[in-house]
C-alpha cells in the first residue's frame, strides 16, 4: 500500500491505459480522480474501483478545454485533497499522408494530446508547489521519437506533450516535484485496434519496424513502469523518458 494518502489524479481514465493506472495505483492505496471526456466510462470505472474498497471518483472532463480542467482539479480537490499524483494519459489519434491531413484533425491532436497535458499539469502543478512536493508523468509515446509514416501529427502533438513535460520537470524541481514520461509502443488498446498494420511484424514499405519482443504491450505493462515513476523508488528521476515498447524504437 505505498501510495496510502495520497490522491492521484489521471486523465483519459474511462479505459485502456489510464484505466490500468488508475486501477494500479488505487490497488496500491491512492484515493484516485478517473477524468475522462466521457463521463459513463468514467463513471464505471470509479464505481468498480469503490467496489473493490478502493477510495475513487469520477470527474468528467475534456482535458483540451482548460477551464473544464481547472474545475475538475477542483473539485477532486475538495474530495480528496490536492492531487500528489498526476498522470496525464488522454489522447486521440489520428493517421495519414501529410499532403491529405486536414486542419481540424491536425487541432484536435494538438489540443488533446498536447494542450491537455499543458492543461492538467498547470493546474495540478500550481497546488503542488504550493507544498513542494508531488509527481506528474506524461504518457507520450515512441512515436514521439521516431519518424513514423502517416503518424506526422499524432507523433509530433506528442513530441510536444515530451518537451513540455520535461521543461517542466526543470521548472519544478528546486520545489521538489518530479515530471518524467512513460512512451509506449504498440499496446492492446481501441486505439490500436483501430490500426490495420501489423504491429509485431512492421510494415517495412512504410520504413515500421516490428517488435523484437514478438508481442504488443498490454496496458498493465504501461502501467506499471507509470506506477514505477510515481513511487519514492523512482525518488532521484526527472526529466527522463521511459520506452515501454518492446524493442520497436530500435
Known amino acids: 500500500m505505498e501510495f ?109 494530446n498536447a494542450d491537455g497535458v499543458f492543461h492538467t499539469s498547470r493546474a495540478v502543478a500550481r497546488r503542488m508547489v504550493a507544498r513542494g512536493d508531488g509527481v506528474i508523468i506524461t504518457v507520450g509515446s515512441n512515436a514521439a521519437g521516431v519518424p513514423r509514416a502517416h503518424m506526422a501529427g499524432y507523433a509530433a502533438s506528442k513530441a510536444a506533450a515530451t518537451m513540455f513535460t520535461k521543461c517542466l520537470g526543470l521548472e519544478l524541481a528546486p520545489h521538489g516535484i518530479r515530471c518524467n514520461v512513460v512512451a509506449p509502443g504498440s499496446t492492446d488498446t481501441a486505439m490500436q485496434r483501430a490500426m490495420t498494420a501489423d504491429p509485431i511484424k512492421g510494415a517495412p514499405e512504410m520504413y515500421r519496424l516490428g517488435i523484437p519482443l514478438g508481442r504488443i504491450a498490454d496496458p498493465a505493462d504501461v502501467a506499471d513502469a507509470v506506477v514505477f515513476l510515481a513511487s519514492d523508488r523512482a525518488r532521484h528521476i526527472t526529466l527522463h523518458d521511459l520506452y515501454v515498447d518492446g524493442g520497436a524504437s530500435l
Open 4 to 112: 496510502r494518502g495520497s490522491h492521484a489524479l489521471v486523465t483519459g481514465a474511462g479505459r485502456g491505459i489510464g484505466e490500468a493506472v488508475a486501477s494500479q495505483l488505487a490497488g496500491l492505496g491512492a484515493a484516485v480522480t478517473v477524468v475522462d471526456v466521457d463521463a459513463g466510462p468514467a463513471g464505471r470505472v470509479a464505481a468498480r474501483l469503490r467496489d473493490a474498497g478502493h477510495l475513487a471518483t469520477a470527474r468528467p472532463a475534456d482535458v483540451s478545454d482548460a477551464a473544464a480542467v481547472e474545475r475538475a482539479v477542483a473539485e477532486a480537490e475538495a474530495e480528496f485533497g490536492p492531487p500528489g499524483i498526476l498522470v496525464n494519459v488522454a489522447g486521440v489519434l489520428a493517421l495519414g499522408p501529410v499532403l491529405e491531413f486536414g486542419d481540424a484533425d491536425w487541432q484536435r491532436l494538438f489540443a488533446v
